[in-house]
């Protein structure tokens, strides 16, 4: 089992930035690929970026790339999501996620359904203001 823990949400203008950080326990943390997710209200979970279990690999949704940056700290049990150039659609909870596996399979839709990520958190609100 992995318990999993966001912090850093809040409330900032468009244009700011915000580092999410999600704390994990259990289960040794470097073996998990990790991942965050985002959901708006009325809306499906979306995808955001994804992190192999070194930190070698990074995906992201073609909605953040080039102004989120995901990365782990496999010390500190640790993963982060730095975000740069908010908009008011980056307004959504926020969830950090461990998959089954180190890797990410970037040709496998269940990494991006979040089908594939066996531990959630829960949740930290990011709103970004007009």
């Known amino acids: 089992q992995v318990q999993l823990v966001e912090s850093g949400g809040g409330l900032v203008q468009a244009g700011g930035s915000l580092r999410l950080s999600c704390a994990a326990s259990g289960r040794t943390f470097s073996n998990y690929a990790m991942g965050w997710f985002r959901q708006a209200p009325g809306q499906e979970r979306d995808f955001v970026a994804a992190i192999s279990w070194r930190g070698g690999s990074t995906y992201y949704a073609g909605s953040v790339k080039g102004r989120f940056t995901i990365s782990r700290d496999n010390a500190k049990n640790t993963v982060y999501l730095q975000m740069n150039s908010l908009k008011p659609e980056d307004t959504a909870v926020y969830y950090c996620?461990?998959?089954?596996?180190?890797?990410?399979?970037?040709?496998?839709?269940?990494?991006?359904?979040?089908?594939?990520?066996?531990?959630w958190g829960q949740g930290t609100q990011v709103t970004v203001s007009s």
């Open positions: 996620a461990a998959a089954r596996n180190p890797y990410i399979d970037h040709s496998d839709s269940a990494y991006y359904t979040g089908e594939a990520f066996a531990y």
